[in-house]
């Protein structure tokens, strides 16, 4: 499975951004995609992620609200909206599946600035 992020970008504080994340090769192996972020300085932290086969999703307490996770199957594609965004959720955003058999596939990130 191959994981590619996109969608980063500059963006005003208040404003919104939506994160991609495609799958290729065996994406049929996937349980749930999940985002995740790193800002500088900070440890990686998980924002949410979705069952690619039902569409439930989970967030972390501190990213409800603001941020909403979907998938399109048919695309092979993850989602991550981002609204009302802050100069805080400025990092880099990453995307990782697990799959079937218990291993973990990462994506390459995509860079989030959020100007104040």
């Known amino acids: 499975v191959q994981l590619q992020a996109s969608g980063g970008g500059l963006v005003q504080a208040g404003g919104s951004l939506r994160l991609s994340c495609a799958a290729s090769?065996?994406?049929?192996?996937?349980?749930?995609v999940g985002w995740f972020r790193q800002a500088p300085g900070k440890e990686r932290e998980f924002v949410g992620n979705v069952n690619w086969n039902n569409g439930h999703t989970y967030y972390a307490d501190s990213m409800k609200g603001r941020f909403t996770v979907s998938r399109d199957n048919a695309k092979k594609t993850a989602y991550l909206q981002m609204n009302s965004v802050k100069p805080e959720d400025t990092a880099v955003y990453y995307c990782?599946?697990?799959?079937?058999?218990?291993?973990?596939?990462w994506g390459k990130g995509t860079q989030v600035t959020v100007s104040s």
């Open positions: 990782a599946a697990d799959v079937v058999g218990g291993l973990d596939y």
């Open positions: 090769g065996r994406a049929f192996l996937i349980n749930t």
